[in-house]
């Protein structure tokens, strides 16, 4: 298994300026990944978190949205870049130790409220 | 592209009374069946999974869940729910060797127990 810590917890931000969310797990991780939860909604992948390369996307979310880096493999981070009141969600990393495993644990996640 | 449909939104249900929540996705290719929980004020936690085998799978707190592949359903059953299982439900989806993918998941299912 795995625990997942992310920080902050909840944060309420301006339009227009940008958050950077933490993910760090106890453990080192072939893979880890980043979701969206909106208001009402189900969880949508944003993108995969890739250990020294560039992270894969998914559609619907760039990369000049939402930068995402892991330098190691127990970190990554998420920043939501140019904020709108429409990014209010609850941000969520998840992370499988092993790529054979398939199970996902997820962090407590990043409730974000853009005002 | 995928997708996962939880039929029912919100239940309510007495303690005692017998649970079923149905799932249904929609996947290109053999998949992985999950159906995670996330408690009040805690974050997701995985309830059980289907990988291959026996499609009668168990999970944590008395919860099962079959997998039927013609039906393309993974429906999640308790026989008797109690007043702890008050809880968001959601049922999610990838593909096998699907550690390096992320999930599919449903709307979630909002189940409250009844004393």
């Known amino acids: 298994s795995a625990v997942i810590s992310q920080k902050p917890s909840r944060d309420i931000c301006q339009r227009g300026t940008s958050l950077t969310i933490q993910c760090q797990v106890d453990s080192q991780v072939t893979m880890m990944f980043w979701y969206r939860q909106q208001p009402g909604q189900s969880l949508t992948l944003i993108a995969t978190a890739n250990q020294g390369s560039e992270a894969t996307y998914e559609s619907g979310f760039v990369i000049d949205k939402f930068p995402i880096s892991r330098p190691n493999l127990t970190f990554s981070t998420l920043t939501v870049s140019n904020m709108s009141p429409e990014d209010s969600s609850i941000y969520l990393c998840?992370?499988?130790?092993?790529?054979?495993?398939?199970?996902?644990?997820f962090g407590a996640g990043t409730r974000l409220s853009v005002l | 592209a995928q997708s996962v449909s939880q039929h029912n939104h919100h239940v309510i249900l007495s303690e005692a009374a017998s649970l079923e929540l149905g799932c249904n996705y929609s996947y290109g290719g053999t998949v992985n069946l999950f159906w995670y929980v996330q408690y009040p004020g805690q974050h997701l936690q995985l309830l059980l999974k289907?990988?291959?085998?026996?499609?009668l799978v168990k999970g944590i707190k008395g919860f099962e869940a079959e997998f039927i592949k013609s039906k393309f359903s993974f429906n999640l059953r308790k026989p008797s729910v109690q007043w702890s299982d008050t809880a968001e439900y959601f049922c999610?989806?990838?593909?096998?060797?699907?550690?390096?993918?992320?999930?599919?998941f449903g709307k979630g299912t909002h189940l409250i127990i009844q004393p």
């Open positions: 289907y990988f291959s085998g026996d499609p």
């Open positions: 998840s992370a499988t130790p092993g790529a054979r495993e398939g199970i996902q644990y």
């Open positions: 999610a989806v990838n593909g096998v060797g699907g550690g390096a993918d992320g999930l599919t």
